[in-house]
């Protein structure tokens, strides 16, 4: 929906009733706010469809993708929780680390974190942050993570961010923290970068271009990584017969056989692009695992 409250508690509901039907995770994306350019590309023909750069009302609510998470965590025991995506650039690396360590604490080591820049100029200049700057800024969160969440004291020099001393506890679950998914459209050497030294997953937003898993698997060689040692997320792409209409699974789910012989093992769903049922989330999901089940066994 657009404008007003958007029912938090279905969310939570869902969430667990799809841990119940076999998912694996749940992932929720963000943004703090939205301005103009929200829909500057035109708004999306089909409210189903993937909120993307340009497509989307200003008004489209985006809840606290951690506070959200949180709750479910209290309702679920075996789900992981993908925060996905995490505009680290509009907050401060203290204090986002905290919060990413307490709910990570909390779910007993589940939470999975994408960091990203994300596109819109409008939300950089609401929180006044230079938006030219978000690549190295979250850079800069990247590297100061890394050393908040091991024990002891952290001092921090940055061009950006400068701190002495800091303790923060608790920490999480895990010493070295959350286990961090990098994404994007394409494979740029920003993007690869960051998947060599930090990541445990990649999201490539769609199909990797020719030759990209071969440029990335040569980066993490070179670092004396296995490219192997990557989560590959892979997807569906719901096709809408028209503006009103939900989209056929069957036909959606037809890309993961392949996908799943390229090395990809999780498949992002959205519910919401096939059911406009609430009530009907649970078995939807349940439908889902089979057919993937069948798919690839």
């Known amino acids: 929906m657009t404008g007003g409250r958007c029912d938090l508690d279905a ?8 841990e119940d039907a076999g998912f ?16 500057a590309n035109g708004v999306m023909p089909n409210p189903r469809e993937y909120a993307l750069p340009g497509n989307q009302p200003p008004d489209t609510p985006w809840p606290n993708s951690l506070v959200l998470l949180s709750a479910i965590a209290a309702v679920t025991e075996r789900i992981r929780l993908a925060a996905a995506a995490i505009l680290a650039p509009l907050r401060h690396p203290l ?9 990570d604490l909390l779910s007993h080591g589940r939470l999975v974190v994408l960091p990203t820049v994300s596109w819109s100029r409008d939300e950089y200049a609401a929180l006044q942050v230079p938006f030219e700057h978000r690549g ?14 091991k024990p002891g004291p952290t001092t921090f ?7 002495e001393d800091a ?12 286990q961090l998914w990098f994404g994007g ?12 030294r930090y990541g445990h997953g990649f999201n490539p937003l769609g199909r990797p271009a020719p030759g990209e898993m071969e440029k990335l698997a040569a980066a993490m060689a070179e670092a004396g990584r296995d490219v192997r040692e990557l989560e590959l997320i892979g997807g569906t792409r719901a096709v809408f017969p028209s503006p009103t209409a939900t989209a056929d699974l069957d036909r959606a789910l037809a890309a993961v056989p392949e996908q799943w012989a390229e090395g990809f093992t ?10 406009d049922d609430p009530k009907a989330v649970g078995a939807f999901c349940r439908d889902v695992v089979r057919k993937v089940d069948r798919l690839v066994g």
């Open 11 to 18: 969310l939570v509901r869902w969430a667990r009733e799809a």
């Open 24 to 39: 694996d995770a749940v992932m929720l994306s963000e943004h703090i706010v939205l301005g103009p350019d929200a829909g």
């Open 95 to 103: 204090l986002l680390a905290k919060e990413m360590a307490t709910l």
């Open 136 to 149: 190295k800024l979250l850079d800069e969160h990247l590297a100061a993570w890394a050393e908040l969440w």
């Open 157 to 163: 020099h940055g061009d950006f961010y400068r701190f």
């Open 167 to 178: 303790y923060l506890e608790p920490g999480p679950y895990r010493e070295g923290g959350p």
């Open 185 to 196: 459209s394409k494979l740029h050497g920003a993007l690869v970068r960051r998947l060599v």
């Open 266 to 275: 999780n498949f992002c769903v959205k519910p919401s692009q096939f059911t």
